[in-house]
């Protein structure tokens, strides 16, 4: 099993910065790929960001390209979301997630274990 504690979440203003952390315990994620998703109330669920398990390859949604960055150390089997230049449409719960693979996914049915989540609240 693996437990994934997000943090880092909170209210910010538009315009600004915050940086999620998703620590994991239970078993390493070094070989696998880490994905970030968030859920806005009354939305379905949306692909944020993914990194590879060796940091190589990233992927974005469109809308976050260019203002968020995703990345992780291994050693501390965490995994980081960097988020700049926030819009109110950012506002979300965001998820962690650890892939069934190396690669990295914007598929939710790809991830097998997710985070509780944490509250992200932009306003304009």
């Known amino acids: 099993q693996v437990q994934l504690v997000e943090s880092g979440g909170g209210l910010v203003q538009a315009g600004g910065s915050l940086r999620l952390s998703c620590a994991a315990s239970?078993?390493?994620?070094?070989?696998?790929?880490m994905g970030w998703f968030r859920q806005a109330p009354g939305k379905e669920r949306e692909f944020v960001a993914a990194?590879?398990?060796?940091?190589?390859?990233?992927s974005y949604a469109d809308s976050v390209k260019g203002r968020f960055t995703i990345s992780r150390d291994n050693v501390k089997n965490t995994v980081y979301l960097q988020m700049n230049s926030l819009k109110p449409e950012d506002t979300a719960v965001y998820y962690c997630?650890?892939?069934?693979?190396?690669?990295?996914?914007?598929?939710?049915?790809?991830?097998?274990?997710w985070g509780q989540g944490t509250q992200v609240t932009v306003s304009s």
């Open positions: 997630a650890r892939a069934r693979i190396g690669t990295p996914s914007g598929v939710p049915n790809d991830y097998a274990y």
């Open positions: 239970g078993r390493t994620i070094s070989t696998y790929a």
């Open positions: 990194i590879s398990w060796s940091a190589l390859t990233t």
